[in-house]
């Protein structure tokens, strides 16, 4: 009997032995974006399901590769419409997750009927040709844009328009490297997991793309740079970017989140304006990725006008389709419109009408609603009820957050800041029964990120089921 090269035989068709894997798994995944597929608590929560919805997840695993992040799934979802997701079991969840893509809520009857017509009137545009609604949601765009951004390229999702965004740089600067985070994410896609900093991500598929230099991320409650914290902060973190431009010599760009989403890690005051300064400083262009914060989500219709540094690229997606159709752009510098001879961007639906006019019904209620001022009112009151949670139960070490981008991170310990995963992962658990959904980042972060729509009401709701749950997992003070 002959083996196969990649292992199995002939007399199996080349089929792995089940019992012999090819490549052994790794003892435990790393923590990352999301919470565990794997955890302890998945499997009792998969136990009281119905049997009927057992049966789906079965056939869900059984047809689709295993991942982490999503399948195996945890349930099976029959609904969602504005901030609430209905369950095969008629559970009604919360929903504080949403894949950061539903600032208008899920749903939204005014995306729907534009959807609708649009289907109705042209459903599809073939490349070499333009639409209407593509123009327009494309200078709308411009219109909102901070600084000198004035171009746009569409893609199908957020990963690859950071591709592009990438391929501009290059083609501007005549340089490849690039200067990124560690811990950050802008994608699953090789190139964007390449500048991206999850292990959950980059581990075990590389070569990554060469040159994608890293640096420490500005988290202020975990600085590695001020391990004690960063209170009076003199910019390290800053200083050591501006350090690792200076020896690469030759960076092409800088590419980063303006807060990390995920965990919503605030940069500390004046950090960006430093980084746009050593950028110009040192030839290198500034990519910020808004994919999962743009349109509203932190108070402003972009967070990097919080901040007060402009970027040549800029990356948006997620709720630009309207929480419904995938929709992502790149916005640029006119000056950086260099590649009028090459195919940046040549996808299939970059001109889609249907999720163009998603996009625009998606703008128009964000202007209308004034999203971002609703999110930025709401969010102070979410902080202020958080922090007040932060006062009677020691397992909170710090609570942030901008708009309704939200995050409280658990911790065993005050004074050493040990990572509390087993007490998040039980929360969440706690909380999904009792009617809200949210994700675990890092392995001890709740991300919290309700819809921009929200009722106040339900908003509440959301903060006292997590203070149950709190309660259930680690006793208050006193």
């Given at each position: 009997m002959t083996a196969r090269p990649g292992g199995g035989d002939q007399a199996t068709g080349g089929r792995q032995d089940a019992t012999r894997p090819l490549v052994a798994a790794p003892s435990a995944p790393p923590p990352g974006e999301g919470d565990a597929n794997t955890s302890p608590r998945r499997a009792a929560w998969r136990a009281g399901l119905s049997a009927a919805t057992r049966a789906l997840l079965d056939r869900d695993a059984a047809v689709f590769l295993c991942q982490s992040l999503s399948t195996p799934c945890l349930d099976v979802l029959t609904g969602c419409r504005g901030a609430v997701l209905t369950t095969r079991d008629g559970r009604e969840l919360l929903d504080f997750h949403g894949n950061s893509l539903h600032q208008a809520g899920h749903a939204h009857p005014e995306i729907v009927a534009a959807i609708k017509a649009q289907l109705e009137a042209m459903a599809f545009c073939p490349r070499r040709f333009t639409n209407e609604p593509a123009v327009r949601l494309a200078e709308e765009l411009v219109a909102l844009a901070p600084g000198r951004l004035g171009k746009v390229l569409f893609a199908p999702g957020g990963s690859l328009a950071v591709g592009m965004a990438l391929k501009i740089a290059r083609l501007a600067t005549g340089r490849f490297k690039t200067v990124s985070m560690w811990d950050a994410f802008h994608g699953a896609s090789l190139d964007a997991c390449s500048v991206g900093g999850e292990a959950l991500f980059r581990g075990r598929i590389g070569p990554l793309l060469p040159g994608t230099e890293h640096v420490p991320p500005p988290e202020p409650y975990r600085c590695v740079l001020r391990p004690g914290g960063c209170d009076g902060c003199d910019l390290a973190c800053a200083r050591y970017l501006d350090y690792v431009l200076e020896k690469e010599g030759d960076v092409g760009a800088v590419v980063a989140e303006p807060l990390r989403c995920t965990t919503v890690n605030i940069p500390p005051p004046g950090y960006?304006?430093?980084?746009?300064?050593?950028?110009?400083?040192?030839?290198?262009?500034?990519?910020?990725?808004?994919?999962?914060?743009?349109?509203?989500?932190?108070?402003r219709a972009f967070a990097c006008a919080h901040f007060g540094a402009e970027p040549d690229l800029l990356v948006c997606g997620k709720g630009l389709g309207g929480g419904i159709l995938p929709l992502a752009a790149v916005l640029a510098d006119p000056a950086l419109d260099v590649g009028a001879q090459l195919a940046i961007g040549h996808y299939t639906h970059e001109k889609?009408?249907?999720?163009?006019?998603?996009?625009?019904?998606?703008?128009?209620?964000?202007?209308?609603?004034?999203?971002?001022?609703?999110?930025a009112?709401?969010?102070?009151?979410?902080?202020?009820?958080?922090?007040?949670?932060?006062?009677?139960?020691?397992?909170?070490?710090?609570?942030?957050?901008?708009?309704?981008?939200?995050?409280?991170?658990?911790?065993?310990?005050?004074?050493?800041?040990?990572?509390?995963?087993?007490?998040?992962?039980?929360?969440?658990?706690?909380?999904?029964?009792?009617?809200?959904?949210?994700?675990?980042?890092?392995?001890?972060?709740?991300?919290?990120?309700?819809?921009?729509?929200?009722?106040?009401?339900?908003?509440?709701?959301?903060?006292?089921?997590?203070?149950?749950a709190l309660a259930r997992v680690c006793p208050p003070k006193e």
């Open positions: 960006w304006p430093a980084v746009r300064a050593a950028c110009d400083r040192h030839g290198a262009l500034l990519i910020l990725d808004e994919t999962a914060t743009c349109l509203g989500r932190t108070g889609n009408p249907t999720a163009c006019a998603a996009g625009l019904a998606m703008l128009a209620i964000l202007r209308r609603d004034d999203l971002a001022g609703r999110a009112r709401l969010g102070a009151k979410a902080l202020a009820r958080l922090r007040a949670m932060a006062q009677r139960f020691p397992v909170i070490g710090d609570v942030r957050g901008l708009g309704l981008s939200l995050a409280v991170e658990l911790v065993r310990d005050r004074a050493t800041r040990e990572k509390a995963s087993d007490a998040a992962d039980a929360v969440l658990y706690h909380c999904l029964e009792d009617g809200l959904s949210f994700k675990t980042s890092h392995g001890n972060v709740l991300t919290l990120t309700p819809p921009l729509t929200i009722a106040e009401t339900d908003l509440d709701r959301a903060w006292d089921i997590l203070e149950r």
